[in-house]
């Protein structure tokens, strides 16, 4: 599953990132790396974007880009 | 004399790079609680040990990668200045992302040290980092810091001191990679000036650009390496960023102690900002009670300044028309500039006074990426980017400074979205204009006029909704780009700073430009008045001419004069338009709003022509500093010129659906 299906309050472990471009270097960048603790904090009313919290810091994404990042719960 | 010093503070976004250079140089840079704030170069100046230092405040940046204008102008000066010494400035609660940039860093130059910043947070979250430790494994100097109270500059100050006069060597931790990339890094050192342009060569090989033929040689060789061992650039990238995370890992973890309980991830007020059911009605009451607080607070004043102003104008003529001067020359000075002068002070200064410290207040507290949370999916469905909803709201204090603001947007196509629709959202200067003409003919109570302007203002948000939405099927074809938007944790903003901070920059500035341009603007309204031909003057004749014009869009001819004239600053609409009505050929005063509706009312305007009139201001063309701005930040004709159009089409679209409906 992807980080886009996980619904509030669920926490899992980042796996890999779907994509080879420009977005993977900047999720690398802010701390979206295989191992990572990733929780979803909040979804906005229309499904995107999605806060999650990640390496200490809250990070929102679109969900399209939240669904090239594999996690497990 | 001694040369000087040159400094440079870089950093993640958000960790009080801008709080320490306040303190250092004694300046008060706006310091906002949202990613993107510095999107220029902010630089001042100190003196520190017989020396003269020269500090630079970059943009934040995650990594030497740049995806945006702004972070790029953060990667060239690190890669490409001269400087005598970095300063890494990290958020002591979050070090280990932090630290991805100071290994980059630490390939680019060996001059720099490390701020541990936002040390009373990290405390309060019971996080624990070793100092001394975390120098030694990094090989430069540490310091920790609060920046916001002052403490740890002058330690900051005295180690950055030691680098730029290298009274102590230091030889920066780098990060070792795997063996391939070790070797090819060795390889490549003689053609490229840093071990980071090497590592971009081997990433990019086949990207070469004229300016930089320098490094021909070192993509060849680069090339040939990876053919060799048949490796793919992205398993490169890949190995040389999982390599950096690491050490990172690494470092904090025998640096970093966390104790005591978890965390608390979800605050209050984000549950309600952010939270599923509350936070629509959240932005709304926010949004209505910040104008019904500006509407209220900007009445009283307004009128104390405007019978104040009227007074003084009466005891100038007087005192000059004792000392005999000409009476040609007193209306001239008294009745062309003072009064249009003194009138834009009089409606300006207390709307202004009021909505921009509120507003960044709310900067400095950290509400605006949340309002982009919860605006994103509209703006997402638009083609845009939701970081456009922060431009959008920018513009609301002020258009030109919602476009330079557009540089946080990633997508150049996303950014120039965001210019050419930025016009759309009412400024500062054409809020008075909207509060007077919804008191007069709408409302008398001021809880209603915060309603009927805040409906106004959803209408200005649709209306850029809808724009961007037919721009993105049309001149602006393109799929949606990825959105990275950090929500930083609540900060207790510096009330006393940021109120006087707002008052002296933003309030003076916009002002002292209205005030610039409204002291020309009155006396050529005061010669389009006064210059007869024929019977009548100028002023009449010309809106006179633009009537049949006008009237189709429900206004008249001396509205639509007025919005021309206005061109230098929205501001002036209002006295041009009832200079004209009342072709006295001198602004007429007047003490209230009443007074001022009934000349109105008196050249024939209904409710229809204050709707059509209130809407045009809201979507005419752009005032000719934002006009600028617009040609400064695109560098073309196309979307300075889409910049006019796509405002004025709407307001003329719109003036007349309402006029012929009504």
Known sequence: MTIADMKEKDSGVLLSINECCHIKRRLYDIGFVKGQKISCLYKNPFGSPIAYYIDGAIISLRKSDAAKIGVIL | ?662
């Open chain 2, 1 to 662: 004399m001694k040369k000087e010093r040159i400094v440079a503070l870089v950093g993640n976004p958000n960790v009080g790079k801008s709080t320490v250079f306040n303190e250092i140089t004694g300046e008060s840079q706006h310091t906002g609680n949202w990613t993107g704030k510095t999107v220029a170069l902010a630089e001042g100046k100190y003196y520190y040990k017989y020396n003269d230092y020269h500090i630079y405040d970059l943009p934040g940046i995650y990594s030497l990668v740049p995806s945006s204008a702004e972070e790029e102008i953060a990667r060239s000066f690190i890669e490409d200045e001269e400087y005598d010494c970095l300063v890494c400035v990290l958020d002591s609660t979050n070090l280990e992302r932090n630290l991805n940039l100071v290994f980059q860093v630490a390939e680019v130059t060996n001059k720099f040290v490390v701020l541990l910043n936002l040390e009373d947070e990290a405390k309060k979250k019971n996080i624990c980092i070793n100092r001394e430790t975390l120098s030694k494994i990094l090989g430069v100097p540490v310091i920790e810091a609060t920046a916001r109270s002052g403490k740890g500059i002058n330690q900051l100050l005295e180690s950055v001191h030691s680098v730029v006069t290298g009274s102590v060597e230091y030889t920066p931790l780098k990060v070792t990679y795997i063996s391939f990339i070790e070797q090819a890094l060795s390889l490549l050192k003689n053609d490229t000036k840093s071990r980071f342009e090497a590592l971009r060569v081997l990433q990019n090989p086949d990207e070469i650009s004229e300016e930089n033929y320098k490094l021909l040689n070192a993509s060849i060789k680069a090339q040939n390496l990876i053919e060799k061992y048949n490796f793919t650039t992205e398993f490169i990238t890949e190995s040389i960023t999982s390599s950096v995370v690491q050490k990172s890992h690494f470092v904090t973890s025998s640096v970093e102690l966390k104790t005591g309980c978890k965390k608390e991830k979800k605050n209050f007020l984000d549950k309600i900002l952010l939270g599923k059911y509350t936070s629509g009605i959240a932005m709304i009451l926010m949004f209505g009670i910040v104008l019904w607080i500006t509407i209220v607070g900007s009445n009283y004043p307004s009128n104390v300044l405007m019978s104040l102003f009227n007074s003084f104008e009466d005891f100038l003529e007087k005192v000059m028309q004792n000392v005999g001067i000409s009476t040609e020359i007193i209306s001239f000075v008294d009745h062309g500039i003072l009064r249009v002068l003194l009138w834009v002070v009089a409606v300006m200064l207390p709307p202004m006074t009021i909505f921009f410290p509120i507003f960044a207040l709310m900067e400095d507290f950290g509400i605006l990426p949340r309002i982009a949370f919860n605006l994103d999916p509209l703006f997402e469905r638009c083609g845009a980017c939701g970081k456009q909803s922060l431009t959008t709201c920018m513009g609301y204090g002020c258009n030109a400074v919602g476009v330079t603001g557009a540089r946080i947007i990633d997508s150049d196509r996303e950014r120039i979205l965001a210019i050419v629709t930025n016009s759309l959202s009412p400024c500062n200067g054409r809020f008075p204009l909207l509060i007077a003409i919804i008191a007069m003919f709408f409302s008398k109570n001021s809880f209603l006029s915060a309603v009927i302007l805040l409906s106004f203002i959803l209408l200005s948000m649709a209306m850029t909704l809808l724009s961007s939405k037919i721009l993105t099927k049309t001149s602006l074809k393109g799929k949606n780009s990825s959105f990275v938007l950090e929500l930083p944790p609540y900060r207790k903003p510096q009330i006393v700073r940021t109120v006087l901070h707002t008052l002296k920059e933003k309030v003076l500035f916009v002002l002292m430009r209205a005030v610039v341009v409204a002291a020309p603007a009155g006396i050529v309204i005061w010669i389009l008045a006064n210059v007869k031909i024929g019977d009548n003057s100028v002023i009449f004749i010309l809106s006179r001419f633009l009537d049949p014009v006008g009237k189709i869009i429900g206004l008249d001819g001396v509205m639509l004069l007025a919005f021309i004239l206005g061109f230098p600053a929205n501001e002036i609409v209002i006295p041009i338009a009832l200079m004209t009505y009342l072709s006295k050929g001198e602004m007429s005063d007047y003490s209230s709003l009443i007074d001022l509706k009934n000349v109105l009312v008196s050249n024939g305007w209904t409710s229809t022509t204050a709707i059509c009139t209130t809407v045009f201001s809201m979507f005419h063309f752009p005032c000719s500093t934002t006009l600028l701005t617009i040609w400064k930040e695109t560098k073309s004709v196309k979307w300075t010129f889409l910049s006019v159009m796509v405002p004025l089409l709407t307001g003329v679209i719109l003036c007349s659906i309402i006029n012929l409906v009504f």
